[in-house]
């Protein structure tokens, strides 16, 4: 059974930065894409960003775009979301999310196979 976790989430003023992790045991995790989704209060979840198994791809959302960095540590296992110059509507629960197979669709929810429990990102002053 593959568990996904997160961490560094915490409270943070508008225009400072937070590094997000996520690790994954129980399977190959350097080998699966990984996404991250946010989901706001009283929102739906929504695509982040998207990194290819490889590391050699990534995607985000517009609203990220230029702001958040996805990067993975295949020594560390780790998959990294720098984000910069937080806006108080990056508040959110951030979710990482694991996909052993590389699904092209990867702004959907429904690519990915095994979720974490979230980890909640505050920006306010």
């Known amino acids: 059974q593959v568990q996904v976790v997160e961490s560094g989430g915490g409270l943070v003023q508008p225009g400072g930065s937070l590094t997000l992790s996520c690790v994954a045991s129980?399977?190959?995790?350097?080998?699966?894409?990984t996404g991250w989704f946010r989901q706001a209060p009283g929102k739906e979840r929504e695509f982040v960003t998207h990194?290819?198994?490889?590391?050699?791809?990534?995607d985000y959302a517009d609203s990220v775009k230029g702001r958040f960095t996805i990067s993975r540590d295949k020594a560390e296992n780790t998959v990294h979301l720098q984000m910069n110059r937080l806006k108080p509507e990056d508040t959110a629960v951030y979710y990482c999310a694991a996909d052993p197979w590389s699904n092209s669709r990867y702004a959907e929810e429904a690519s990915y196979g095994y979720w974490g429990q979230g980890t909640q990102v505050p920006v306010s002053s």
């Open positions: 990194i290819s198994w490889s590391g050699a791809s990534t």
């Open positions: 129980g399977g190959t995790f350097s080998r699966y894409s």
